[in-house]
């Protein structure tokens, strides 16, 4: 599968903005998805994580309340809804696929850069 991430801007903090990820190729269906951030002069981190089927969610505990993922698999993409945002938020931000739970993300999309101005 092959992903392409969408969405980032430059935003006031307070706003909003919601992250795509879709399947260039290939389908999401059957893949747990991932958006991870990496933020300048810093190691990339987790930020959020759906379950194939989507019933296991799981957040961040720094985004928990602000950020809702979701996912439409007959639209092949993953949402990443963010408000309230931050200047901490300022970072790219990647999806990722991967087959089951517990194992690594071994698809990734190119990032998106969300910045975020106090």
């Known amino acids: 599968v092959q992903l392409q991430a969408s969405g980032g801007g430059s935003v006031q903090a307070g706003g909003s903005l919601r992250l795509s990820c879709a399947a260039s190729v290939g389908t999401l269906s059957g893949y747990g998805m991932g958006w991870f951030r990496q933020a300048p002069g810093k190691e990339r981190e987790y930020v959020s994580g759906?379950?194939?089927?989507?019933?296991?969610?799981h957040y961040t505990d720094s985004v928990k309340g602000r950020y809702t993922i979701s996912r439409d698999d007959a639209k092949n993409t993953v949402y990443l809804q963010m408000n309230n945002l931050k200047p901490e938020d300022t970072a790219v931000y990647y999806c990722?696929?991967?087959?089951?739970?517990?194992?690594?993300?071994?698809?990734w999309g190119q990032g998106t850069l969300v910045t975020v101005s106090s």
């Open positions: 990722a696929a991967r087959r089951g739970a517990g194992i690594p993300y071994n698809y």
């Open positions: 759906i379950s194939w089927n989507g019933d296991s969610i």
